[in-house]
């Protein structure tokens, strides 16, 4: 199987590069299937741990397109070579060759997703336990409210699952993490945070139930005004 003609990501396909078992696992037929490589170990979350560690902008512009990344079970291997070679010429720039934590990616997608999240393409759903979220397309996702999480109907929170489902050690660090505690970080969920005012999952947790409680006392009010009003009905006939 040659994937790297069927893959984008040219940092998880180097032909001349050997990649660990686990790395070469996480490479489907169908590289669409390639969900942990492409949403956790992506060029665009690399990018962002290349900036949290103080490289500039411009040093990432030119070494990204030249990047490796090797994931392992229970690391990262990140290699970008401190020369490369543009019209036979020798050029240095900055280069890199680390293993990087399971957990700094992790952290980097919940950051960015936290970062994109925008309550105010909200709406409230048909109930008070669910969102519709806006998509930039014009397509309606159904964000939907339990006591311990939160789902989302768009292809991203599909696609981050499949992602976590795929990689164990990465699931660990999810749920190890004090922010989601297992959430599945999409942006429309952490939109769905902030739209109840939660920045955590426990916040999350207890604003749930809350609302829900809000929302049940509400009920039974309405329910004690129905009656009174039937009761008062019935008064009115039996005179
Ligand atoms: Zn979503």
Redesign the pocket.
Known sequence: MNATQRFSAKAHTRPNYNYSNFHKSLLHENNREDYALRHIYSLENTKSLLLKWKWTPEDIKAGIEYATIDVYQHFVYLHIPAYIIKRDEKIKIRGISRFISKADFVTVLINRAWSKADPYKLEPGDSWDELI?KGNTGDF?E?KLYQYEIT???H??RGLQKAFDQDAAATKQLINNPITQGQIP????FAAWKYIGAESQRQYEYQFAERRDRFLQEERRTQWENWQEDFDDEAILTC
């Open positions: 979220a996702y964000v989302c109907t768009c991203a929170y999409d942006k429309h969920i």
